[in-house]
């Protein structure tokens, strides 16, 4: 996984609002300069079918990205779970990015019993215990 898909969510986000921004200030001219009063309400009605089909666009692709980040979330954990249960231990470093990740795939509404897997992985020491 590239980057934080948080992050590239917002980024997103705030190209849509800057293209309904951009809109909005090109519907203001044209509705400034039209002299005719029907013209500026077609302009006017025009532009706001224009934004609210783009915030529903915008709400679809959130809603889209958001389902595939938490399935990409889910994937690593439980792919990081089922090593480190392998392995029988669970290093500090991997120990903060795996509760990292859990963190992130919680807040963004991620629940499909992984949190049982990570409870167990969390309980591994963190050094390799030989049972010799």
């Known amino acids: ?3 934080n898909p948080y992050i590239m969510s917002l980024i997103t986000q705030a190209g849509v609002i800057i293209t309904a921004v951009l809109s909005f200030i090109t519907a203001l001219v044209q509705i400034y300069s039209n002299k005719k009063s029907k013209q500026s309400d077609e302009t006017l009605l025009t532009f706001k079918n224009d934004v609210n089909s783009k915030l529903q666009d915008n709400e679809n692709s959130n809603k889209a990205m958001k389902e595939a ?3 990409m979330l889910r994937s690593q954990i439980i792919s990081k779970c089922e090593s480190y249960q392998k392995l029988g231990y669970l290093p500090e470093y991997a120990r903060y990015c795996l509760t990292d990740l859990f963190k992130q795939y919680t807040s963004l509404g991620g629940n499909h019993g ?3 897997l990570v ?3 969390l309980k591994l020491p963190s050094i390799k215990i030989n049972k010799n």
Request: charged share 15%.
């Open 119 to 121: 409870d167990e992985v």
């Open 69 to 71: 980040t938490i399935a």
């Open 114 to 116: 992984v949190n049982i």
């Open 1 to 3: 996984m590239q980057g």
